[in-house]
């Protein structure tokens, strides 16, 4: 077949039939400015800001430059991260093998045109929707219609976009590319009305900022009446307090700071050949406390040898028989690591020419050949013997004990391609295969061993291999294994997981119903794969780490790609998710203490009756050197703590009693302000001081422990706001206090302290006590 020719192709391109995709793991630099630019808050600021100029109040307009840096940061640092992750994309990118100028050559699937001819293998993912033309495949095409079945596929089936070969080979003609693809139409529809999947971090700060923007607007709105009507406050003082409340409830920098972590995970992540298809999978990898691995690939390196052979039927020699399985295996792709193995190790053959020939099957677990003399199989003994097992059980159990995987090379009375073997088996031999175990493999399953998360060590292979291979790596409970054969239904799967460790002879829909029964365990599952028997489980598992030197549809599918397929590169993985978290809970802390500081003393104006005290020139003072500087900061520190618990509930847990403390101290120092009959232009300076201190004092709580680095941030961030006050008191409203406003600032600034103490000790003993009550169960 010619196929089209170079010229052809640029032509179809030039005339918009490419196959260019319609979904991608990183956004457009057009994408990006919008979403950084064109957000809710901004929108806030910018009326606050128009305000702010109608009424003349020019100083307190210095908050627009923070808001202006924090977006330009975000810009530039995700369009950084955007071309780190594209180039490394571009590197991992799908190929095809396509029949160009009459010459098969491989290019990147987005260079597929209309009419292309390509050749698909098994592991291939089919790129574009095609029509087959010559060959037999086996397809599944679960990952479109959720059937799990193999779909034989010969000449003029048609051949979905996003389905995956699974065996055979065949030359197709792509008969719809692009956005007019099968599978593009169904990406196009389904993110039509919904955005990506978002992380349990992300989604939490997306409800908070949600709640926030509703809750400013009555807030704002009640205290300009307020001030206006009642107060009887000219209306640039009643706008002015009114921004100043509305700002001090805004937590500004807090989604840009998370957004900014997780690209800059991703971009050390790269750096280690690591790359990140889904940014949710930074955090969810981090909560994971349970890991479905394979065997080959994982546990033992990314290869195999033919250690020896036994012969079993003395009907012919020892190297008559070698060559009967040559010809078996010379007939047979060499499209995974088994099959590479036996052809490199019986590379003589008979002479003898297959009439037909059945490509591996993941899910019957045999290939065949038939020749005029026969029919033979090769695969798992007991998919092969079925009940004829039994006989040999004892001898192949004794060599899977020595860790070797075993092949049954049989005759049989037909082999049904696509279906399961019937009738009696003749076995012939048995092929022992080596698989080394990976050298960093106890250690890696150590650190998961000590970071509490279970390893569920899910095979195709049998049980007792697997256990010892296992048991070899270290892995814990590695002698409690069962073969997933016995799991006949829903119910023994759901109790196997809880129970066992390793699990073999496993089927491809087996390992999506185990993931599917640890997820309904309330278990958060990560799943590594690297075959396209493993797709299905990696599409519904929390996280799925896929090693780029599996099959092309199984990266595809995965979040997560170790493009060295380097499976010892999970824990500086696991360790970038939970940096990700623990820092972000830190950060959201800080901005989360603010705000719950802000509204406390708004709604205590709002029934008081008094002048908001602050204003938004001294808001932005307090939150650039309390909050948004050393947020930035501790938001990409290391941290690989284990973490607990969930994300507002640990925010909340710092943030409440540090929220409460900061409003009861300024709100009594502005009720004593009123006894003493002392200048509000004071107090307001008093309370400015008083806020910036105690937020310092939260921080050092915050960024525990303390070394180094906080030590130096901390000092950095008092000189910093020092000289602003000294140097530059009319930018940031901050003016000269009388001897009564700072003896009073002395004293609450003294209370606060063992206030903060107390009130951090009584929150978090009610918290003790609630996670102490028994939960009622639900009937």
């Known amino acids: 077949m010619l196929g089209l020719t170079n010229r052809e192709a640029a032509d179809r391109r030039q005339q918009g039939l490419g196959n260019e995709q319609v979904n991608s793991s990183t956004r457009t630099v057009k994408e990006i400015v919008k979403d950084n630019v064109f957000t809710y808050f901004n929108l806030i600021f910018t009326v606050l800001a128009v305000l702010l100029i109608v009424v003349g109040s020019f100083k307190d307009l210095s908050f627009m430059l923070i808001v202006l840096a924090n977006t330009a940061i975000g810009i530039a640092q995700e369009i950084k991260s955007k071309n780190t992750l594209d180039k490394l994309k571009l590197l991992k990118m799908p190929k095809a093998h396509v029949i160009r100028d009459g010459k098969e050559t491989t290019v990147a699937v987005e260079e597929l045109v209309l009419s292309d001819c390509v050749i698909l293998r098994a592991g291939s993912q089919i790129p574009a929707d095609a029509k087959v033309v010559s060959g037999s495949i086996q397809v599944n ?33 792509l008969t719809a590319v692009g956005r007019d693809s099968y599978i593009s139409k169904l990406t196009i529809e389904a993110t039509k009305d919904k955005g990506g999947e978002q992380s349990e971090m992300i989604k939490s700060l997306d409800r908070l900022v949600k ?29 002015t307090s009114m921004v100043a409340a509305v700002l001090g409830m805004i937590p500004e920098g807090l989604y840009m700071t998370a957004s900014i972590a997780m690209v800059v995970s991703a971009m050390r992540l790269a750096r280690k050949d690591v790359l990140v298809q889904n940014m949710r999978c930074i955090e969810t990898l981090a909560r994971v406390d349970v890991l479905c691995v394979d065997k080959t690939g994982t546990i033992t390196e990314n290869e195999m040898k033919v250690d020896s052979f036994d012969l079993i039927y003395d009907g012919i020699s020892k190297e008559e028989m070698a ?46 050949a038939s020749y005029s003399d026969g029919n033979f199989v090769l695969g798992a003994p007991e998919f092969v013997l079925r009940e004829g097992f039994d006989q040999f059980e004892e001898q192949i159990n004794s060599i899977g004990e020595q860790g070797y995987r075993v ?122 794969g690297d075959g396209v028997n493993d797709i ?57 203490t603010k705000n719950i500081f802000s509204l406390l003393l708004a709604l205590f104006s709002m029934i008081s009756v008094l002048s908001y005290p602050l204003k938004p020139s001294q808001i932005t003072l307090i939150s650039m050197f309390t909050i948004g500087m050393p947020s930035f900061v501790l938001s990409l520190e290391p941290n ?58 939260i921080l050092g709580k915050v960024a525990k422990p303390a070394n180094g680095l906080h030590i130096a941030l901390i000092t950095i961030m008092v000189c910093g706001m020092a000289f602003c006050t000294i140097f530059m008191p009319d930018l940031f409203g901050i003016n000269s206090i009388s001897g009564q406003a700072a003896m009073l600032l002395v004293v609450f600034l003294i209370a606060t302290e063992a206030l903060f103490r107390y009130i951090y000790k009584f929150t978090s003993l009610c918290g003790r006590i609630l996670n102490r009550r028994p939960r009622r169960k639900k009937k």
């Open 407 to 528: 092949l049954a090379f049989a005759k049989v009375a037909d082999v049904p391609e696509g279906q399961p073997l019937q009738g009696q088996a003749q076995l012939l031999a048995l092929v022992y295969l080596t698989n080394p175990i990976r050298k960093s493999a106890p250690e890696t399953f150590e650190y998961f061993a000590d970071n509490g998360v279970d390893i569920k060590v899910i095979s195709g292979d049998n049980p007792v291999t697997v256990s010892n291979v296992a048991l070899q790596a270290g892995i814990k409970d590695a002698d409690m294994y069962i073969d997933a054969r016995q799991l006949v239904n829903q119910r023994a799967i759901y109790e196997a997981v809880e129970r066992y460790t390793v699990f073999g002879r496993v089927t491809p829909e087996q390992k999506r119903q185990f993931v599917k029964a640890l997820k309904k365990q309330g278990r958060t599952v990560g799943m590594t």
């Open 141 to 173: 095409e679960a990952l479109i219609t959720g059937e799990a079945d193999e779909i034989t596929k010969g000449q003029d089936a048609q051949l979905l976009s996003g389905s995956f070969v699974v065996s055979g080979e065949c030359a197709a003609v």
């Open 640 to 697: 690989t703590n284990l973490i607990k618990g969930t994300f507002f509930g640990n925010v909340f847990k710092m943030a409440t009693p540090a929220g409460i403390t900061t409003f009861i101290s300024v709100s009594s120092l502005v009720v004593f302000g009123q006894v003493f009959e002392i200048d509000p232009v004071c107090i307001s300076t008093a309370c400015t001081i008083l806020v910036g201190l105690v937020g310092f004092m």
């Open 536 to 592: 299905l489980a990696l599409r519904d598992a929390d996280c799925s780490i896929a090693m780029a030197s599996g099959s092309e549809a199984a990266s595809n599918a995965a979040q997560l790609v170790l493009l060295d397929s380097d499976f010892s590169k999970m824990p500086s993985v696991v360790g970038e998710g939970r940096r990700v978290v623990n820092n972000i809970e830190k950060t959201a802390s800080l901005f989360l």
């Open 323 to 368: 060559l009967l399985i040559g010809d078996m295996a010379q007939s047979q792709n060499s499209d995974n690591i088994t099959m590479a193995a036996l052809q490199a190790y019986f590379d003589k053959t008979s002479g003898r020419h297959p009439n037909t020939i059945c490509p591996f099957s993941s899910k019957y677990k045999y290939c065949g």
């Open 211 to 239: 709640a926030v923007g509703i809750i400013i607007i009555p807030v704002g709105i009640i205290l300009f009446v307020q001030q206006c009507y009642i107060l009887n406050d000219s209306f640039s003082e009643s706008v």
